[in-house]
């Protein structure tokens, strides 16, 4: 599907400020936090931010899985190439984020709440392991009818991959489903990322939802087994959960289901369902090769990864190339601190 317009890859997910900093275990701990997890934050989790801040020489990034996701898409594709939707307050921060966008040519269309703070997302990096902590706050108020603006549509009529960050499916179903259905009867790319272990396992409802609608989902081997898990898979090694994935009921028979999984170090895995919908090709894609000094910073290379990958998407490449352009990004992005 090679691009010949605008816009024509459309992202939808949650625009968070990322305030990140190197810490320690003793931190993780402060604050209950797993040292390689992602979590939505709880009233003990608030202090977290300021403690970032004011003691750890934090770097404020512009975050977010999703706006990851798009701005790796745009670094890669021509300009105008690929839009983001979400929902911040108006304050400072989503300042600071649009002035992050810009830079990189982004174009971002935000829901402006008024009665909420643009969110915020602690990251605490330990060693090779990063451990996320999300407040929401505006990007929690996400509505369906910002989406349905007449301008705002126009972009959605106009685009020809829709991607959405499975963070998505605690915020704004709806206008997540109405990105689906707008694919299915337009024969459009849907794709999804699965985003966290919790969302298969507290989402599983909103998530399942969703799944006529994938034509591709991307998810890395944690979040695989988490779904696993919450499904009942019987056969819970990586290529079956990949498999499962590709061969579920799918809405929009014109396209073959793809399920990716990546797996860090470890091979990509790629089922892709047969035309009838009965069977899979199950291939493994090699990483490519790093020293481990090399090795800055983990966080946001599964989002690297799919900005690689649906730019290839985009621009009508091959699903091997496609994969490959999705791992180059990835290991660009681990060598930097933070999502770049």
């Excluded at 998505?168 to 966290?196: P, R």
């Amino acid at each position: 599907m090679a691009s010949n317009g605008e816009y024509a890859l459309l992202c939808l997910e949650n625009p968070l400020l990322d305030i990140q900093a190197q810490g320690n275990l003793e931190l993780c701990q402060k604050y209950g936090l797993k040292p390689n997890d992602a979590i939505l934050a709880e009233e003990k989790h608030l202090g977290l931010y300021d403690d970032l801040l004011n003691n750890y020489d934090a770097k404020l990034i512009a975050g977010g899985a999703a706006q990851n996701t798009a701005r790796g898409a745009q670094y890669l594709l021509p300009p105008k190439s690929v839009v983001y939707i979400g929902c911040v307050g108006r304050d400072k921060y989503a300042d600071i984020l649009r002035d992050a966008v810009k830079q990189v040519d982004l174009r971002v269309e935000y829901r402006i709440d008024e009665d909420h703070p643009t969110g915020r997302c602690g990251v605490i990096i330990t060693g090779h392991d990063r451990s996320m902590c999300t407040d929401l706050a505006a990007a929690n108020h996400y509505k369906i009818d910002h989406l349905r603006q007449p301008e705002i549509w126009k972009l959605v009529e106009n685009a020809k991959v829709y991607f959405v960050g499975g963070y998505h499916l605690t915020v704004c179903v709806e206008a997540i489903m109405a990105l689906a259905e707008q694919a299915a009867e337009k024969n459009k790319v849907f794709a999804l990322s699965l985003s966290a272990p919790f969302i298969p396992q507290f989402f599983k409802d909103q998530l399942d939802q969703t799944a006529p609608y994938w034509d591709y989902v991307i998810g890395n081997e944690t979040e695989a087994a988490s779904y696993a898990e919450s499904h009942g898979l019987e056969k819970k090694d990586i290529p079956s959960i990949a498999r499962h994935l590709a061969l579920l009921p799918k809405k929009n028979t014109k396209r073959q289901r793809v399920a990716i999984i990546t797996q860090g170090t470890e091979p990509t895995v790629v089922a892709t369902a047969s035309a009838d919908g009965k069977d899979a090709e199950i291939k493994e894609f090699p990483v490519r090769v790093m020293d481990e000094s090399e090795i800055n910073d983990t966080n946001g290379a599964g989002d690297a990864f799919a900005g690689g990958f649906l730019a290839g998407i985009v621009e009508g490449k091959s699903l091997e190339t496609a994969v490959d352009m999705g791992q180059w990004l990835a290991s660009l992005s681990i060598r930097e601190l933070g999502p770049s």
